[in-house]
């Protein structure tokens, strides 16, 4: 019903910028306005972590204390398409990239919990040399 496609991954030298998009589609009342959207990373090793987040309308965001100040989520909903602006990005940011995508009809969200999305993208790699 709902598909994910993160795009925008690479290879970058330290401090230099990336941005991810996530394309979503999705049939009939699967609108992506009725999704909270959320980007979380996984790094070879650990557990998926969170990154950021933001409300249906885009009127509220959130993300993690280890990309405050240097990344930025962002979403069209005319587009239908997440946006992740990476800046002064650091090695330890090497990870896959995740979009997901939460059903505002169904519980609340926690923004910060990967079980609370309902569908997730394949991910993509960035990676960041030093």
């Known amino acids: 019903q709902v598909q994910l496609v993160e795009s925008g991954g690479g290879l970058v030298q330290a401090g230099g910028s990336l941005r991810l998009a996530c394309a979503f589609s999705?049939?009939?009342?699967?609108?992506?306005?009725?999704?909270?959207m959320g980007w979380f990373r996984q790094a070879p090793g650990k557990d998926r972590e969170f990154v950021a987040a933001?409300?249906?309308?885009?009127?509220?965001?959130h993300s993690a204390d280890s990309v405050r100040g240097r990344f930025t989520i962002s979403r069209d909903n005319a587009k239908n398409t997440l946006w992740l602006q990476m800046n002064s990005l650091k090695p330890e940011d090497t990870a896959v990239y995740y979009c997901?995508?939460?059903?505002?009809?169904?519980?609340?969200?926690?923004?910060?919990?990967?079980?609370?999305?309902?569908?997730w993208g394949q991910g993509t790699q960035v990676t960041v040399s030093s």
């Open positions: 997901a995508a939460h059903w505002a009809g169904g519980p609340r969200v926690n923004y910060y919990t990967a079980s609370s999305y309902d569908y």
């Open positions: 933001i409300s249906t309308d885009g009127g509220s965001t």
């Open positions: 999705g049939r009939a009342l699967s609108s992506f306005t009725n999704f909270a």
